[in-house]
């Protein structure tokens, strides 16, 4: 055994780097100490996996967050056919507005509900007086008013008073405007 033969024993557990013969014994890059290009290829995914990770439950909680359809709103309805009353028209209401002088004007058929068959009976009787109370009521009102949605209930609520208050055999439980239209 010689020299060589020696130094080669006892270097059995050493790795030696990959050299290039046709390169003329330079190194091969890369492929130094043997192994360490595998620890970083796991780290290189875990790293990967963990942004995807993030991005989709950033993208899940996003709309959630910020694109969530609004709960339904809750809608009472009628517990029988019953509780829905007779309604009473009057109709071609044509009023001339407070301080307007003539040149505008509010078109509006009401519907008055009721459950009570007798109070159908006395509206057809009183529809005269009604007619020019309810006139009398609009043509006291400004156009802004009239024209303002916001007072819409304000006025329904109004005229409910003003019909119940002639009523004597029961009163009307609800007032629609089905037609309402101003100019």
């Known amino acids: 055994m ?27 890059p890369g492929k130094e100490g043997g192994g360490g290009g595998g620890k970083s290829a796991v780290f290189a995914i875990a790293v990967v996996l963990i942004l995807a990770f993030q991005a989709v439950s950033s993208y899940f909680i996003v709309k959630k967050l910020f694109f969530a359809e609004p709960p339904a709103p809750k809608v009472k309805k009628a517990e029988s056919s019953a509780e829905i009353g007779q309604i009473y028209s009057i109709t071609g209401l044509i009023i001339n507005p407070k301080e307007t002088g003539g040149s505008r004007h509010l078109l509006v058929d009401i519907g008055l509900e009721t459950h009570e068959n007798k109070v159908m009976d006395e509206l057809t009787k009183i529809e ?54 101003i100019q």
């Open 2 to 28: 010689n020299e060589f033969d020696d130094a080669q024993e006892g270097a059995e557990g050493i790795e030696l780097p990959d050299v290039d013969v046709e390169a003329g014994g330079e190194l091969v």
């Open 128 to 181: 005269p007086m009604l007619r020019d109370n309810l006139n009398t009521f609009f043509a006291a009102q400004r156009f802004d008013v009239l024209q303002d949605i916001s007072y819409r209930e304000k006025l329904r609520k109004r005229v409910q008073e003003i019909v119940n208050y002639h009523l004597t055999d029961g009163t009307v439980d609800e007032v629609f405007f089905i037609q309402y239209v």
